[in-house]
């Protein structure tokens, strides 16, 4: 059995099979790192992706921050605007009772110069009929 086995050596090393399967040795090897190497590169490659997305997202996320920030200001514009418009008729409303007032008090003193002026002819008339 040794002998066979000293002929097959012999004739793999006259044949060159030896360097061959030395060569297909290294070959086997350097594709498994190589695989080795994909695999640990799809794995960043995914990572990458991965963070990509979550980027993305956050970009949107931020323009969303932004659109509301935007109809925010838009909205407390509004608001400023009507609470303009409510002191406004607010105004125009203490405006009008005050012209209502005001309305009122000449009328009254009108009338108090009416009753005043009844009252002084009355009096000259009483006084014409007392002469």
Do not use: W
Not at 8 to 29: I, R
Not at 43 to 52: A, G, S, V, Y
Not at 66 to 84: F, R, Y
Not at 99 to 117: F, G, M, P, Q
């Amino acid at each position: 059995m040794q002998f066979k086995r000293n002929i097959a050596e012999v004739f793999e090393n006259l044949s060159g099979s030896v360097t061959f399967k030395q060569q297909y040795e290294l070959l086997v090897a350097k594709k498994l790192e190589s695989e080795d190497q994909v695999r640990i590169l799809s794995e960043k490659l995914k990572e990458k992706r991965h963070e990509k997305i979550k980027l993305r997202g956050l970009s949107d996320y931020q323009k969303q921050i932004e659109i509301c920030i935007s109809e925010q200001k838009d909205t407390e514009m509004v608001l400023q605007i009507l609470s303009i418009l409510v002191k406004d008729t607010e105004i125009a409303h203490a405006h009008s009772k005050t012209e209502d007032v005001a309305n009122s008090s000449d009328t009254t003193l009108e009338k108090r110069k009416i009753s005043l002026n009844e009252i002084k002819k009355m009096e000259g008339e009483l006084r014409k009929l007392e002469n």
